[in-house]
């Protein structure tokens, strides 16, 4: 089994930043690809970003490319999300999720194994 827990969320202002963490139980994090899932306010779940299990791939949903990063420290078993020039739509509760020995990056949420708690995340005007 293993565990997510997410951390660093908070109220920032529009055009401030945070940098999201999640880190991971478990001796084989290196073998899984990683994403960020968000699910704002009356909403549907939606990806954000995914990581390969290197970290030589990444891929971003449109809302976010270019002001969000994804990387990843396999020797700390942890994933990050690095968010600039938040916007009152980015509100949203933060999930990270781990796709078990899988190769690629993933966008699709009902492929990922393992989910965290979640962090808030609530950009204000």
């Known amino acids: 089994q293993v565990q997510l827990v997410e951390s660093g969320g908070g109220l920032v202002q529009a055009g401030g930043s945070l940098r999201l963490s999640c880190v991971t139980s478990?001796?084989?994090?290196?073998?899984?690809?990683m994403g960020w899932f968000r699910q704002g306010p009356g909403k549907e779940r939606e990806f954000v970003a995914s990581?390969?299990?290197?970290?030589?791939?990444?891929t971003y949903a449109d809302s976010v490319k270019g002001r969000f990063t994804i990387s990843r420290d396999n020797t700390k078993n942890a994933v990050y999300l690095q968010m600039n020039s938040l916007k009152p739509e980015d509100t949203a509760v933060y999930y990270c999720?781990?796709?078990?020995?899988?190769?690629?990056?993933?966008?699709?949420?009902?492929?990922?194994?393992?989910w965290g708690q979640g962090t808030q995340v609530t950009v204000s005007l």
């Open positions: 990581i390969s299990r290197s970290g030589a791939t990444t």
């Open positions: 999720a781990a796709r078990g020995v899988f190769f690629g990056t993933e966008v699709d949420g009902t492929k990922y194994d393992y």
């Open positions: 478990g001796r084989t994090f290196s073998m899984y690809a």
